[in-house]
């Protein structure tokens, strides 16, 4: 892949005082273009996130290479990271109730966003904020930007983060699980908004679920990660014909609209899967 967003290789997570790491000898790299990172509860995929922004202080990372662009993510310094996060790499979390402010009006945390990374007037902040408001389709914009998070809905709170996290066109945005908290409706509506943006700017998107039918609908390419460690990476639309037995295995988990109505299997680990090369 030439000029990627992301080169990290091997990189390695792990929490003080835990027997093991987290995250463990990962490897991959990030085109402008959707990758799906895809494992259960545990797997290592929001501290696979966080580990990218720098976000994990108490923890130790370690990586062969670890590059954004034309920044060392291993080496910089916080005072480094902080020209970066926010304004080059964003991160969308899941639920907007813990994310946002409650005692601050919606549209002063977007505002406070762009200030943090771009000298300008507070009415210039507030424009910006309300024009990119608008475009995640927010009606009333200029009323919603006065809201206070408890006043808006789960959909638009997270359009609302969203916008927030768009608006200094940062170069990378991860994404961790962003419609969890939605309704199948919004969370259609919300994915369409984000993918729209993303192509749009051309920017590299990082998409952490655990929906493996969102990743196969909406990612170009996905990573399967079992115990911290990348056991398969594939192109989105060939999920179904995923090797490795873990990925088969949370495949057959899924329940189907179509079809019998049976025990849906349990899937049988092996040991082994915690120390194979990836596929």
């Given at each position: 892949m030439s000029d990627p967003v992301l080169d990290i290789r091997n990189l390695s997570v792990r929490y003080a005082g835990a027997p093991g790491p987290a995250v463990r000898d990962v490897s991959f790299t990030l085109g402008r273009e959707r990758l799906g990172i895809v494992g259960e509860s545990g797997s290592g995929k929001s501290t696979l996130g966080r580990a990218l922004m720098r976000l994990l202080p108490s923890a130790e990372i370690t990586a062969e290479r670890m590059q954004f662009e034309d920044v060392d993510l291993l080496n910089a310094t916080e005072r480094q990271m902080l020209k970066v996060r926010g304004r080059r790499m964003s991160m969308i979390l899941q639920d907007p109730k813990f994310s946002l402010n409650p005692i601050r009006k919606c549209g002063d945390q977007i505002a406070e966003a762009y200030r943090t990374h771009f000298r300008c007037r507070p009415a210039e902040a507030r424009q910006k904020a309300v024009d990119m408001l608008e475009?995640?389709?927010?009606?009333?914009?200029?009323?919603?930007?006065?809201?206070?998070?408890?006043?808006?809905?789960?959909?638009?709170?997270?359009?609302?983060?969203?916008?927030?996290?768009?608006?200094?066109?940062?170069?990378?945005?991860?994404?961790?699980?962003?419609?969890?908290?939605?309704?199948?409706?919004?969370?259609?509506?919300?994915?369409?908004?984000?993918?729209?943006?993303?192509?749009?700017?051309?920017?590299?998107?990082?998409?952490i679920s655990h929906d493996l039918s969102l990743v196969r609908n909406f990612c170009d390419r996905v990573l399967i990660m079992y115990a911290g460690r990348v056991v398969e990476t594939l192109n989105a639309r060939e999920l179904d014909q995923a090797r490795h037995p873990y990925t088969r295995g949370l495949l057959a988990a899924q329940p189907r609209i179509a079809g019998g109505r049976g025990i849906l299997p349990v899937l049988k680990r092996d040991p082994a899967w915690e120390e194979e090369p990836a596929r």
């Open positions: 475009a995640v389709q927010i009606r009333e914009a200029s009323r919603v930007y006065d809201l206070y998070p408890h006043e808006v809905s789960g959909g638009m709170g997270q359009r609302i983060m969203i916008a927030m996290m768009l608006l200094t066109d940062p170069d990378l945005v991860i994404a961790d699980e962003p419609t969890s908290a939605l309704d199948v409706t919004v969370r259609l509506e919300v994915l369409r908004i984000l993918d729209g943006l993303v192509r749009e700017k051309g920017i590299g998107l990082v998409m």
